[in-house]
């Protein structure tokens, strides 16, 4: 019984040795205990560095906060520009009205008529109460107005000619003058033959180019006037060549035709 009794006792010995320091263990009755230990604590590392977060914080804020003030210096930019832009067009649109106002009195409307009326004014007003960008847009609206108005009161009955491009606009006046002669000689020609009337008549047609020329280019200005601050387009080497041309093959077939 005695070494019995040892060995028991040296078995429950190895057992308790072997046991967790802490946790769940198993007793004799297979039934389970919590055995208390030591809890393993987490590092500041584990948890992040609080300066750090801060910091990250701090730049995040600060690249946001840059980018808003961006974005108002840029819109600050825009609407300094269309401010300016917007003053420019009103400068042009009222040198624009002053003259129509004068001529549009001489002609004799009534000057209440040339003053807008208080739902004019409100609807003006509406139209332009969203910033600097739709008051710039109002204003080029009105200055393409003007130059309509101003064209129809100055091309004198010539209005939708003068949109056109130059070249074709001022072959109005160039091609009549320019063929006035040539045809004139075709004309003795066929009434003469090849006789000395028609040596004469093409003598003194030689400078018909440059006289229809000279003619064309006084009434390009009379008939298509510029708006104020532009220049009248004569488009004079066309102008010449559409004077020169027509003269030049009408005397040499003539020239050919007496040979």
């Known amino acids: 019984m005695g070494r019995a009794g040892r060995a028991r006792r040296g078995a429950g010995s190895v057992r308790r040795a072997r046991q967790p320091a802490g946790g769940t263990r198993m007793t004799l009755d297979h039934s389970s205990a919590t055995v208390g230990g030591p809890v393993r604590q987490r590092s500041a590392g584990e948890s992040g560095d609080p300066v750090r977060a801060a910091w990250a914080d701090y730049l995040a804020a600060a690249r946001q906060l840059d980018g808003v003030r961006r974005g108002a210096a840029t819109a600050a930019g825009e609407q300094a520009r269309a401010v300016q832009a917007a003053r420019e067009e009103l400068t042009g649109v009222r040198t624009r009205l002053v003259p129509q106002e004068s001529r549009l009195r001489e002609l004799g409307v009534p000057p209440i008529s040339l003053v807008p009326t208080p739902p004019e004014l409100a609807e003006a007003t509406r139209s332009m109460s969203g910033g600097p960008a739709t ?78 020329f000279g003619l064309g280019w006084f009434a390009v200005g009379r008939c298509f006037p510029p708006g104020p601050g532009e220049r009248v387009d004569r488009t004079p080497r066309f102008g010449a060549l559409t004077c020169l041309v027509p003269a030049v093959v009408v005397n040499a077939g003539i020239v050919l035709a007496m040979l």
């Open 135 to 212: 008051v710039l847009t109002a204003l080029r609206d009105a200055r393409r107005w003007a130059v309509g108005a101003d064209d129809t009161l100055t091309a004198r009955g010539l209005s939708r000619v003068a949109h056109w491009p130059s070249r074709a606009r001022n072959l109005l006046v160039y091609g009549p003058l320019g063929l006035f002669v040539p045809v004139l000689l075709v004309v003795v020609y066929l009434l003469a033959g090849t006789g000395a009337v028609t040596a004469l008549a093409v003598l003194v047609g030689l400078p018909a180019p440059a006289v229809a």
